[in-house]
């Protein structure tokens, strides 16, 4: 381009093995504005093309004599057209013999966009000159076009499959930056003013903007989307907008295309660099307010789901007792654990419970079906019946069937696992009532651990639940109530984690607290599913029983 933005003359790969034809051919060509490139046969034409390749400087048209004295025009052509970088390189015969039909038919077979018979008029060759570089530059706009439009649709199927705000912001801003070509930062703003973004993977992560330049973002939406309806494309310029986001301490203009979710509380904005840079078409911008919607209708929900796993959070921490504030339990040491699943993961609905019963103390581990608000409210209800039931009735198996009535009544289309022991702190006498959870494993002082065998139906289901299993606790044995969230890993079969758990429990230290810390340790990591841990040992008064045995 020159200086009024209008396109210069091209660059002519001539090639024409007369000496004078050429140089005529070259000069009439400069004359016009064009550059030119004059060689003299095939092989010096691939030579010349190979060279101004590896320099980024390929011609726009080639004007080929068909007769040339190391292989003909045509096969020249050929020979463009089957190598990718000059594939679309637009070619133009001449000849100054006679032409006829068949000649011009195997010019376009070969890919020729034109056939001039010279000598001809200059303005005659010039227009065709023109015409193939108009027409390669068409198909590249073209071309350019497809590209996007398949990076847009990429980088839509990418942002749609995010599990977080993070996730997403991170997703749109490389897609952002493929389909501009310069950096991009993205940027999703919750109710809670809480800045999400993400950056492309060409800027590098140091010296991120500080908290001070984040809130300034954040301000500058709020503002920007102030009664905004659409997508809506805007420059904001380098004093108002914080250095770093872009590259690491380098001030940019930025160009935003900001909207906002659905319900209008949530500004999303994508932002790329002007300042110093090509600023992007209208064609690109257009591409980037798709995206820039696109992203809004995925981070709706991400946003929606952050909400809603924060309340079933606070009815988690609220229902579940902390440590510090399980009831005193006479004659029992019980420490307790939970993990909530990772932030990308959906809430579960685990619990806990210890109890105190005119039987004995009540300890109690289970799990709601599902991943949801739903799950975390049920498990609420089910810890309240628990409570509710077991200050008449101590037996584990009827309070099974209890909590299983309890959830055909009001929960008919959910389920739930929960494993319930009554110990006797006086004597040992445990009795252990399952449904479908995984059973309770008891640790020895000598090393040994086993799990007991209890088994019975889920709750929700109206199946009858076996009479409980009972066994004998000595103050050295430590039973152990865990959620398949600890262990349960995807492709590898419960069994196998099972004998996993029971291996790393083996070689805990001694004390409940210890054993919690231990398989924590062991297993507790970025794991897809909620935690909850249970571990018990009687304090010492004097008794010796055996596993499984009767009290002396």
Same mark, same amino acid.
């Given at each position: 381009m020159d200086v009024d933005g209008k396109r210069t003359g091209t660059t002519v790969l001539v090639v024409d093995d007369v000496a004078d034809s050429?140089?005529?051919?070259?000069?009439?060509?400069?004359?016009?504005?064009?550059?030119?490139?004059?060689?003299?046969?095939?092989?010096?034409?691939l030579s010349e093309l190979d060279a101004r390749l590896r320099k980024g400087t390929l011609p726009e048209v080639a004007l080929i004599d068909v007769n040339?004295?190391?292989?003909?025009?045509?096969?020249?052509?050929?020979?463009?057209?089957?190598?990718?970088?000059?594939?679309?390189?637009?070619?133009?015969?001449f000849s100054a013999l006679a032409v006829t039909p068949g000649h011009r038919c195997q010019g376009l077979d070969e890919g020729t966009e034109a056939y001039l018979t010279v000598p001809a008029e200059p303005e005659e060759i010039e227009a065709a000159v023109r015409g193939a570089a108009r027409g390669a530059r068409l198909r590249a706009d073209d071309l350019a076009l497809v590209r996007r439009l398949t990076l847009l649709a990429e980088t839509i199927v990418t942002i749609q499959a995010a599990r977080s705000p993070q996730e997403l912001a991170d997703a749109a801003a490389e897609g952002t930056a493929r389909l501009i070509g310069a950096p991009a930062a993205v940027f999703v703003l919750d109710q809670d003013d809480e800045l999400h973004w993400g950056?492309?993977?060409?800027?590098?992560?140091?010296?991120?903007?500080?908290?001070?330049?984040?809130?300034?973002?954040?301000?500058?939406?709020?503002?920007?989307?102030?009664?905004?309806?659409?997508?809506?494309?805007?420059t904001v310029p380098a004093p108002l907008w914080p250095a770093g986001f872009f590259r690491p301490?380098?001030?940019h203009d930025a160009r935003l295309a900001l909207v906002l979710t659905q319900d209008g509380k949530s500004p999303v904005c994508l932002a790329v660099p002007t300042r110093g840079l090509r600023r992007a078409g209208p064609e690109a911008e257009a591409l980037l307010a798709r995206l820039a919607q696109a992203t809004a209708l995925a981070a709706e929900p991400l946003l929606m789901y952050q909400v809603e796993r924060?309340?079933?959070?606070?009815?988690?921490?609220?229902?579940?007792?902390?440590?510090?504030?399980?009831?005193?339990?006479? !004659?029992?040491? @019980?420490?307790?654990?939970?993990?909530? *699943?990772?932030?990308d993961t $959906? &809430?579960?609905?685990?619990?806990? %419970?210890?109890?105190?019963?005119?039987?004995?103390?009540?300890?109690?581990? !289970?799990?709601? @079906?599902?991943?949801?608000?739903?799950? *975390?409210?049920?498990?609420? $209800? &089910?810890?309240?019946?628990?409570? %509710?039931?077991?200050?008449?009735?101590?037996?584990?198996?009827?309070?099974?069937?209890?909590?299983?009535?309890?959830l055909q009544h009001y929960h008919a289309d959910v389920t739930a696992t929960v494993c319930l022991a009554l110990i006797d702190p006086g004597t040992g006498r445990t009795r252990i009532a399952n449904a479908g959870h995984i059973p309770p494993l008891i640790i020895g002082d000598t090393g040994s651990a086993d799990y007991v065998k209890a088994s019975?139906?889920?709750?929700?289901?109206?199946?009858?639940h076996p009479p409980p299993t009972e066994l004998f606790l000595e103050s050295t044995d430590r039973l152990l109530m865990v959620t398949d969230g600890l262990i349960e890993t995807r492709g590898i079969d419960l069994e196998v984690s099972m004998e996993h758990l029971r291996s790393a429990?083996?070689?805990?230290l001694p004390g409940p607290a210890a054993l919690c810390d231990t398989l924590l340790a062991c297993f507790g990591h970025d794991r897809d599913d909620d935690i909850a841990m249970l571990a018990l040992q009687l304090r010492d008064q004097g008794h010796s029983t055996r596993l499984g045995g009767s009290p002396p």
């Open positions: 050429r140089y005529a051919m070259a000069a009439m060509l400069s004359r016009a504005g064009h550059r030119v490139v004059p060689v003299a046969t095939g092989g010096e034409a040339l004295p190391d292989m003909s025009g045509f096969e020249l052509c050929r020979l463009l057209k089957e190598r990718p970088h000059t594939a679309r390189l637009p070619v133009v015969h950056h492309s993977r060409d800027r590098t992560s140091v010296a991120l903007p500080d908290e001070s330049a984040h809130l300034t973002v954040s301000g500058l939406l709020r503002r920007l989307a102030r009664g905004q309806a659409g997508v809506q494309i805007t301490g380098v001030q924060h309340v079933a959070l606070t009815l988690q921490h609220s229902f579940l007792p902390q440590p510090h504030r399980l009831p005193e339990l006479p !004659g029992v040491d @019980v420490v307790v654990r939970y993990v909530p *699943a990772s932030r $959906e &809430i579960g609905g685990d619990f806990y %419970a210890a109890l105190r019963t005119p039987e004995g103390v009540l300890a109690a581990v !289970g799990d709601v @079906v599902g991943h949801s608000l739903e799950a *975390a409210t049920v498990m609420v $209800e &089910i810890r309240h019946a628990l409570r %509710a039931y077991c200050v008449d009735e101590s037996d584990p198996a009827v309070l099974a069937e209890r909590l299983d009535r309890m019975g139906p889920l709750l929700g289901l109206g199946l009858p429990a083996c070689g805990a």
